[in-house]
C-alpha cells in the first residue's frame, strides 16, 4: 500500500484512513489516530504520524 499501513487485522479491508486533528483545547497539536474503514477499528490517539502507523502496524 502507498502509505505502508497493512490491512486491518480484524476484518481484512485494505481501506485505512489516516485521521488528523488540532486539539483544540490545548492549542497546536495535532493527533493522528488511524482507521479501518471496513469495521471501524482504529488506534489511540498519537502525536505524530509516524507512531501512529507503528501503533496499528503492530496490531495482530
Ligand atoms: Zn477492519
Redesign the pocket.
Known amino acids: 500500500m502507498e502509505n505502508g499501513l497493512k ?7 485494505k481501506d ?1 484512513r489516516v485521521i488528523d486533528r488540532i486539539n483544540v483545547s490545548d492549542g497546536y497539536h495535532n493527533f493522528y489516530h488511524i482507521k ?6 482504529s488506534t489511540d490517539e498519537c502525536k505524530s504520524m509516524f507512531d501512529a502507523n507503528v501503533a496499528w502496524n503492530r496490531r495482530v
Open positions: 490491512p486491518c487485522p480484524f476484518c481484512g479491508s485505512i479501518c474503514k471496513g469495521c471501524g477499528a
